[in-house]
């Protein structure tokens, strides 16, 4: 098991990739219009890392169940894909649904986080879903508090994401981060209140809402993506949160 309690020298560098990382991705959704290609955004994701001194923690990681090391920076999903899509050629037209996927190492310190971004004018199916995962996002982050537990964070997803009368995807979880790309614990976007494990001051979490308008199934396809089973549209946030006795520090906005 990974060492969940961080010291307060690693969370200074945690919290410092979390800076670099929510200002690139600010940078991004200001760039993500009609008319931009996906690996213009993953160039610029390199440009800005270098820029600050972070390390693009995706690039050469290989995920669980994937058949080979990812090999960019950045993850761009676009529509019925959820998670780790690759920038490509693709042009985004209006209508389409972005998600943009970062993790950063700086100095040791790792964070990610994720947002969904709509492309010019979309549905109001897409939109509903777009706020429904954010607000899941919202709601999840209150639960994190010392005390409280990982299926605390999950009902909190759950509740919400349910409630709109969307699906919370099978099988795409968030996970701990800090000190590595993926650590425990696991957290699910649901759950049980007050089961689990116990969230103490100094672990860090990343918590990842991600959701689909009409299915709860996703396929792993040829280049490692996930798509929905049903091509449905998706969207995914993402936040790196610090437990500290007042609750959460959100590292990542």
Aim: charge should be neutral.
């Amino acid at each position: 098991m990974s060492k969940l309690i961080k010291t307060p020298e690693e969370i200074v560098r945690i919290r410092q990739s979390g800076k670099i990382l929510a200002g690139i991705l600010r940078r991004l959704k200001a760039e993500a219009k009609p008319g931009i290609r996906l690996i213009e955004l993953e160039q610029l994701t390199k440009t800005l890392l270098d820029l600050a001194g972070g390390t693009p923690t995706f690039l050469g990681y290989r995920s669980e169940g994937a058949r080979e090391p990812y090999p960019f920076a950045l993850c761009t999903s676009v529509n019925e894909a959820v998670v780790h899509g690759r920038p490509s050629s693709y042009t985004l037209r209006p209508g389409d649904i972005l998600k943009l996927d970062l993790g950063v190492s700086w100095q040791g310190g790792f964070t990610d986080a994720a947002v969904t971004i709509p492309i010019g004018k979309v549905s109001g199916e897409a939109n509903r879903l777009i706020q429904t995962t954010k607000n899941a996002l919202v709601e999840a982050i209150r639960a994190v508090r010392p005390g409280n537990t990982v299926g605390d964070i999950g009902f909190a997803v759950h509740h919400v994401v349910q409630a709109s009368g969307v699906k919370v995807l099978d099988g795409l979880t968030g996970h701990g981060v800090g000190l590595e790309v993926h650590e425990d614990p696991i957290i699910y976007n649901f759950g049980e209140r007050g089961k689990g494990v116990h969230l103490e001051e100094g672990m860090v979490l990343a918590i990842e809402p991600m959701t689909a308008l009409t299915t709860s199934k996703v396929v792993q396809v040829a280049d490692d993506s996930f798509v929905t089973a049903d091509g449905s549209i998706s969207a995914h946030f993402e936040h790196t949160v610090l437990v500290t006795k007042k609750g959460a520090e959100i590292l990542t906005s």
